[in-house]
């Protein structure tokens, strides 16, 4: 399967630039009708019974600004996922003037270079002298905003979702933005259900694939929770005859990666590089709320194998009608192909 058939034009003015106000009032593209929508319209979408599964994961204060030891030269590292013993898989830059062994000082936080960078890759060994990492992130680290977003954030909690927990992601599960206090208590209004994961995102998956062939690409491994209760109000809600709403394609990898052969989920904490692409037997998930996402990436694979051919039609109205693109744009209801 080749990775150009994933490829689309997004013109330049098509990416949201900021922030809609307040967050339900982002459009909403429902399929297979293709009608338009606001988001706080979600629950008149669904159906009484339906459960909708968010993703609470929090983003980390990943991104850190600082100087090199000895030379003073500045250096910029985004922090991507833990690798035990205080170490840290980073993207640095620059990366070709970094090397094993150099120590960067980011405020209170000393990170040693354990290896030479890899396409911009590193593992940094991170001291924040005796203070919580944690702690030390919120003091020095900034939320890691997208490279292609050029505006600014009044307040950085735009970019948490209202209802996000445990800090853990490099990146926002941006369908989530949409959701306010008042739209979760409208879908409780509704008799529609609302549970949790958690999925720890990277960046790999939102970069384009560097491939020509879908079949060579690699996901990196993101670790995930499948909590008891929400395991069980999946399999209330099958029970009822009701649909399992995936909120962004982060819960659709969790709930499949968590699902068995029968498709019934197993609770716990595990690990998943599912790559989900077309000819992919979806086992848990029969409804997408989600973004429209960057040309040739994973987001935009996944979406094609949930959708099928029809993605191509959704793609060429949002944009015919004028939708925002990207991680502050506007939104997408998408029916399971059949």
């Given at each position: ?64 600004q600082g100087r090199r ?34 120590k960067v000082r980011f ?130 809600a099958r029970r009822r ?98």
């Amino acid at each position: 399967m080749q990775t150009a058939d994933f490829f689309y034009e997004l013109p330049e003015e098509a990416v949201a630039q900021s922030a809609v106000e307040p967050r339900d009032a982002a459009r909403l593209l429902a399929t297979p009708g293709l009608t338009d929508h606001r988001f706080r319209d979600l629950p008149a979408l669904l159906r009484r019974g339906d459960l909708v599964v968010v993703n609470r994961t929090r983003v980390r204060q990943a991104r850190l600004q600082g100087r090199r030891e000895g030379t003073g030269g500045r250096v910029e590292a985004l922090l991507l996922r833990p690798c035990g013993g205080g170490r840290w898989q980073a993207l640095v830059r620059p990366a070709r003037r970094l090397r094993a062994g150099e120590k960067v000082r980011f405020g209170g936080i000393t990170a040693t270079l354990v290896s030479d960078p890899e396409a911009g890759e590193a593992v940094l060994a991170l001291d924040a002298g005796g203070v919580p990492l944690e702690e030390a992130l919120g003091r020095w680290g900034e939320v890691p905003l997208p490279p292609y977003f050029k505006g600014r954030l009044a307040d950085p909690e735009r970019y948490q979702t209202v209802y996000s927990a445990g800090v853990g992601s490099a990146a926002a599960p941006t369908a989530g933005l949409h959701f306010t206090s008042g739209l979760l208590e409208a879908l409780g209004e509704s008799g529609i259900g609302v549970a949790a994961v958690e999925l720890d995102i990277g960046l790999d998956t939102f970069r384009p694939i560097g491939v020509e062939r879908l079949e060579d690409h690699q996901m990196h491994r993101e670790s995930y929770l499948l909590p008891p209760e929400t395991a069980a109000a999946v399999e209330e809600a099958r029970r009822r005859g009701g649909r399992v709403v995936a909120v962004g394609t982060t819960v659709v990898r969790a709930l499949e990666s968590a699902a068995d052969a029968s498709g019934r989920l197993q609770p716990g904490r595990g690990e998943t590089g599912l790559f989900i692409t077309p000819g992919y037997r979806f086992g848990v998930v029969d409804l997408l709320v989600t973004n429209f996402h960057v040309p040739g990436s994973t987001l935009v694979v996944l979406v094609a194998a949930f959708m099928g051919e029809a993605w191509r039609d959704v793609y060429r109205t949002a944009l015919e009608r004028g939708y925002r693109f990207l991680s502050f744009g506007d939104a997408m209801l998408a029916e399971r192909a059949s």
